[in-house]
Structure formats: C-alpha cells, structure tokens
Nanobody
Framework: VQLQAYGGGLVQAGGSLRLSCAAS????????MGWFRQAPGKEREFVAG????????YYTDSVKGRFTISRDNAKNTVYLQMYSLKPEDTAVYYC?????????????????WGQGTQVTVSS
C-alpha cells in the first residue's frame, strides 16, 4: 500500500490542524493505521492509532484530549485532527499502515510509511 500524508503547516500555539493520509494500492480496511511524529534530534514516537474498523483508537498521553484519529474506509483515508497545538507538537508527522495489525505504538510494527508532513507550532 502507498501512503501520502498531507495537511501540515505553520500554526500558532492554541491553533488547530487536520492531517490526512491517503492510501492506495490495496484494501485499506485490511490495515490498522498509525500516526507517528519525529522532532529534530529525537526518536520517532507514536501519536495515535486506529484499528481497521475504526472501532478502537489509541493515543499517547501527551495528546489525549487534544488529538483525534479517525478513518474513512470508503475514501481510503485516515485523519488526525489536532486541537490546542503546543510548540512541543512541532515535528514531522508520518502515517503508517500495518496489515491485520493492532495499531501498536511501536514503529517496527508497521510495514508501510508515508513521506511525512511538517507541523510547526509557534509560541
């Protein structure tokens, strides 16, 4: 499956953005999906995950209550709605797919990755 993430940009602290990740090539509903981020000099970290059906979602503690992951299997797209953005949310955000997976929080669990989209939050 090929993934393309988009929707990043520059936003002031307290603002919002919605990231999208469009999938193509295989049956999208076979895949659990995840969003990860990587800031300069830091390791890639899990942000949010969603099961193949959308029935289960998972978040890292630092984004709970501010970010929402969702998917539209008819549109082969997964979203990350981000509210109340903070400067520490600044990073390149990646979407990832894990066929028949469990939306795990480890990068090694995902087989396919998008190219990343930059999110910059100014203070």
């Amino acid at each position: 499956v090929q993934l393309q993430a988009y929707g990043g940009g520059l936003v002031q602290a307290g603002g919002s953005l919605r990231l999208s990740c469009a999938a193509s090539g295989r049956t999208f509903s076979d895949y659990a999906m995840g969003w990860f981020r990587q800031a300069p000099g830091k390791e890639r970290e899990f942000v949010a995950g969603i099961s193949w059906s959308g029935g289960s979602t998972y978040y890292t503690d630092s984004v709970k209550g501010r970010f929402t992951i969702s998917r539209d299997n008819a549109k082969n797209t997964v979203y990350l709605q981000m509210y109340s953005l903070k400067p520490e949310d600044t990073a390149v955000y990646y979407c990832a797919a894990d066929r028949w997976g469990s939306a795990a929080n480890t990068p090694g669990s995902y087989e396919y990755w998008g190219q990343g989209t930059q999110v910059t939050v100014s203070s």
